[in-house]
């Protein structure tokens, strides 16, 4: 009954919505010649055209070109099916069941090429969420499925004329993100489109509109239902979006942080796991900036680690030794973010190594340093001790002697190793004692080192 309800009030408005024409607004007006797109999208759009299709560039991409941003992808909307989009390119192949679309590739690029979608919900869970969306329409009808009105703007390279049928690029102008339809109706849809809310809105510097944010807050328990790894690829593109501080501020303030890093909030009331946090975010924002490489598993990674030194401790308290404790410790809050986010098995590598590491810079004697600085994961492993000495969790002055012992030559090495405080080889003789037979010494007293 609710699924019929739903798909009645949504086929009304859709029938109410797409009874106008778009508005056509030449280059003349918005500014987008031809030559700012990709050449393939362009290509991709004339053999369809060419061929009796209607296709167009859409989404995104002409959003970004509008206020200045250069688009990192591009999609295509046509009227041609998958099955006869695939025929007409060397290389494509069909993808998805929820949404079937071709991904058409030349060289290292690849584009999304969909069908327009129907105005008709084609398949729902109990909650309304869609499970599939593959009964195809018109330009119009595919309009009004689409989520925020800056996103349902229709490029054609062949004219240079922008298709606008909900005034997206009136909305962008006036710094508004508004969604297309009933907000409560499009969230039950897709609950990602509340994280995609605050993403655009943090991204583009757009303030939500206020019907769209209203109901963010008592729906924010639907994002329960979406799988897990649909929600890592919404989360990395949040975080990876170079507005990772302004995203986790907002989402916190629209109460949605509770789907997407459960231990969220209990990180962000320690001082210094804040602070550490927060770096950490800042770091990623202008990396992304500089178009410079980002890896997810050390973002995970800082995210992740204030929980993984509070369990760490507790376990050595507990009376287990350290090494074993720490791999406990990875095990139980990876455990923990899987219920949540389906994070990959090689990002979950690159989050261990990282981890794993972090010990081993407090032993600077005998050969340790020369191996720990040929580890494929050094780099990684330094830069995330960095970032522990800049919240105040560990003494400056470590990772600054491992910079300068990773560049130093063999001379200059061997004196910052008789420079190096001597605890770690103090250590071993302590571990070396408590095997001899008749030394009942605790072997789990060994400190655990600081955030």
């Given at each position: 009954m609710i699924r019929k309800l739903l798909r009645k009030v949504f086929n009304r408005r859709a029938a109410k919505s797409i009874s106008g024409e778009p508005a056509r607004i030449p280059v003349s007006q918005h500014g987008i010649r031809r030559e700012q797109v990709s050449p393939f999208a362009v290509k991709v759009c004339a053999t369809l055209?060419?061929?009796?299709?209607?296709?167009?560039?859409?989404?995104?991409?002409?959003?970004?070109?509008?206020?200045?941003?250069?688009?990192?992808d591009y999609d295509v909307a046509t009227s041609a099916t998958p099955e006869e989009v695939r025929t007409l390119f060397r290389r494509a192949r069909i993808i998805g069941r929820r949404f079937r679309i071709v991904h058409v590739t030349s060289g290292a690029e690849t584009l999304e090429v969909s069908t327009f979608r129907a105005n008709q919900l084609a398949e729902t869970d109990r909650h309304g969420r869609v499970l599939a969306d593959n009964i195809y329409g018109t330009q119009a009808e595919d309009a009004i499925r689409r989520d925020f009105t800056v996103n349902a703007l229709y490029y054609d390279p062949a004219t240079e004329t922008i298709l606008d049928y909900h005034h997206g690029v009136a909305d962008l102008s006036q710094k508004t993100l508004r969604m297309i339809g009933e907000p409560r109706a499009r969230y039950r849809e897709d609950p990602v489109r509340m994280l995609r809310a605050v993403r655009l809105a943090a991204k583009l510097g757009l303030i939500i509109d206020p019907a769209a944010r209203a109901p963010i807050r008592d729906m924010a328990v639907l994002l329960e239902n979406v799988p897990t790894a649909r929600l890592f690829d919404e989360t990395l593109k949040l975080l990876l979006s170079g507005n990772a501080v302004r995203c986790i501020e907002q989402l916190r303030e629209e109460g949605l942080h509770h789907g997407l890093l459960p231990l969220l909030d209990v990180i962000l009331d320690q001082p210094v796991a804040e602070r550490f946090i927060?770096?950490?975010?800042?770091?990623?924002?202008?990396?992304?900036?500089?178009?410079?490489?980002?890896?997810?598993?050390?973002?995970?990674?800082?995210?992740?680690?204030?929980?993984?030194?509070?369990?760490?401790?507790?376990?050595?308290?507990?009376?287990?030794?350290?090494?074993?404790?720490?791999?406990?410790?990875?095990?139980?809050?990876?455990?923990?973010?899987?219920?949540?986010?389906?994070?990959?098995?090689?990002?979950?590598?690159?989050?261990?190594?990282?981890?794993a590491i972090q010990p081993r810079f407090d032993k600077r004697t005998g050969k340790t340093p020369f191996r720990l600085i040929e580890h494929p994961r050094f780099r990684a492993g330094w830069d995330f001790l960095r970032l522990r000495a800049l919240a105040g969790g560990v003494p400056q002055e470590i990772p600054a002697w491992w910079d300068r012992f990773a560049h130093a030559g063999h001379d200059e090495r061997e004196e910052l190793l008789r420079a190096a405080p001597q605890e770690g080889a103090a250590a071993h003789k302590r571990r070396r004692r408590r095997r001899k037979p008749g030394n009942d010494g605790d072997a789990a007293a060994e400190a655990a080192p600081a955030p």
């Open positions: 055209q060419a061929h009796g299709h209607q296709a167009y560039i859409v989404g995104g991409a002409i959003r970004d070109l509008l206020i200045g941003h250069p688009p990192k927060w770096l950490a975010l800042e770091n990623t924002d202008e990396r992304v900036r500089a178009d410079k490489s980002v890896s997810p598993g050390f973002l995970f990674a800082a995210l992740l680690w204030p929980e993984v030194l509070r369990e760490w401790k507790e376990r050595q308290s507990a009376g287990e030794m350290a090494q074993p404790a720490l791999f406990d410790a990875m095990d139980e809050i990876l455990d923990a973010q899987a219920a949540k986010l389906a994070i990959t098995r090689r990002v979950i590598g690159d989050i261990k190594d990282i981890w």
